[in-house]
């Protein structure tokens, strides 16, 4: 009877150490949401979030803090331009947690990077291809109309 109180009181201590440490990943990873929006360090976050991400990784969880994490980093990847880190980032976190915001983020980021940036235009006028002698041209014809008396 004792083995089996004492064999009870370790799985106890060893719940409440998981407890204490799921918690300290939450504070964590809140603490980083603080420091990018409130403090504005984007690579202090980050740092915090790949610490987080690596531990929870090496112990094989793949709960909500993890898959947050994964997300902030590939979030983060994007404002600062690497696109290749945000895909890695955004990919883990589908692949452990099968999260829809990280393929919602990634089909955005896809589109983004494939979209026109600027549309082409011609322009074309008897004064050359410019838009200011082809906006003068239409002036001068306005003009030309307003004025013209029969």
């Keep these: 009877m004792k083995q089996l109180a004492f064999i009870a009181l370790l799985h106890l201590g060893a719940f409440e150490a998981a407890a204490d440490d799921y918690q300290a990943e939450w504070e ?19 740092e915090i979030f790949e610490g987080l991400a690596g531990r929870l990784s090496a112990s094989n969880e793949t709960g ?8 902030q980093l590939g979030y983060g990847y994007v404002k600062r331009g690497e696109y290749d ?26 589109l983004e990077e494939n979209a026109l940036k600027q549309l082409p235009v011609r322009w074309s006028s008897k004064h050359g291809n410019t838009a200011l002698s082809s906006f003068l041209e239409m002036v001068q014809c306005r003009s030309c109309l307003l004025y013209t008396s029969d």
């Design 64 to 71: 909500p803090i993890l898959a947050e994490a994964l997300f």
């Design 28 to 46: 964590n990873l809140h603490a980083a949401l603080l420091k990018e929006s409130v403090d504005g360090d984007l690579d202090g976050a980050l």
């Design 85 to 110: 880190r945000a895909r890695i980032r955004l990919r883990e976190c589908i692949r452990v947690s099968g999260s829809e915001r990280c393929r919602h983020f990634l089909s955005k980021i896809a």
